[in-house]
């Protein structure tokens, strides 16, 4: 339980990310209208259209991909480029219990506009519904499947990697260490572009000095976010959860780790960049002083995000040349 041994980050933060938090006060989102996962799934999609408007136009099209669980809903982004160096697959972040296509939209729009890849987002099933790891199964399976299908969808598969932002960031790491554990041949993998990611610490500096009300990060919020997405205390240990319990010694593509500064989980990002850069992995870090966790969603107001998108962009662009 926190006992209000905080940071002041609020009185620390960046001016973009003050006046992100002003104009969500004088436009509060929709309270859910109840309890439950689905009513704050509808909040959640519903503030977050503001966000998505606007953004690179581009053709998009919808495919459902048959797993081992049921559907699950991707979306192709094609850039504007007809011969395009790789396929980049999006994992959107919420906690692994909110979030889809829509509310991660823009995001994936600028990721196609400024790579000029194909970018492919996953719709996985949310908890608590699923539990883990059937999210990253799902992720395993999707990607097999373009890899089949690479050829009748004009994507180029050779060349392939994961971005994700927070849950995503955990799930698309998980995904490609899931792929290189089971010898599972979709391509070559490329690069890894991971957002203030959680990579499996269960207590650590920042969870005790930063999180708050302001950006829904307290140590209840990510006990509840795990309670829904993991099946027993056990999964903890998993290495497909805790990453840090399995091998990064060996065969991790580069590595794109983007943390912001106030984040109750820049640890985790920050002790997977240690782990990878002792080990010789190609892997850059970026933290992006005065931001919250989530500040990707504001490109449409703050620069920051907007190059953070960049950066990302940039480093799997170098890593598909």
Known sequence: MDKGNKIRVLERISAEMQQILRFQRENPPPLP???????????????????????????????DVATRFGPVRTRIYASGEKERPATLFYLHG???????????DRIMRLLAHYTQCTVVGIDYTLSPEARFPQAIEEAVAVCQFY????????????????AGDSAGAMLAIATALWIRDHNIDCGQMTALLLYYGLYGLQDSRSRRLYG?????????DLHDYDRAYLRNEQDRESPYYCVFNNDLTRAIPPCFIASAE??????????????????????????YPGTLHAFLHYSRMM???????????RFFCENNR
């Open 33 to 63: 209208d109840g309890n439950d996962y689905p009513a704050q799934r509808r909040a959640y999609n519903e503030e977050r259209r503001y966000w998505n408007a606007g953004g690179p136009e581009m053709p998009t099209k919808d495919v």
């Open 262 to 287: 106030y984040d109750p989980l820049i640890d985790d990002s920050e002790t997977l960049y240690a782990i990878l850069q002792e080990h010789n992995a190609h892997c850059r870090y970026q933290m």
């Open 212 to 220: 708050g009300t302001w950006d829904g990060l307290t140590r209840k």
């Open 303 to 313: 620069e920051t995000a907007d190059r953070a998108l960049r950066d990302g962009a």
């Open 94 to 104: 919420g906690g692994f219990v909110l979030g889809n296509l829509d509310t991660h």
């Open 147 to 162: 890899a089949q299908q690479a050829d009748t969808l004009n994507l180029n598969m050779q060349r392939f990697g994961f």
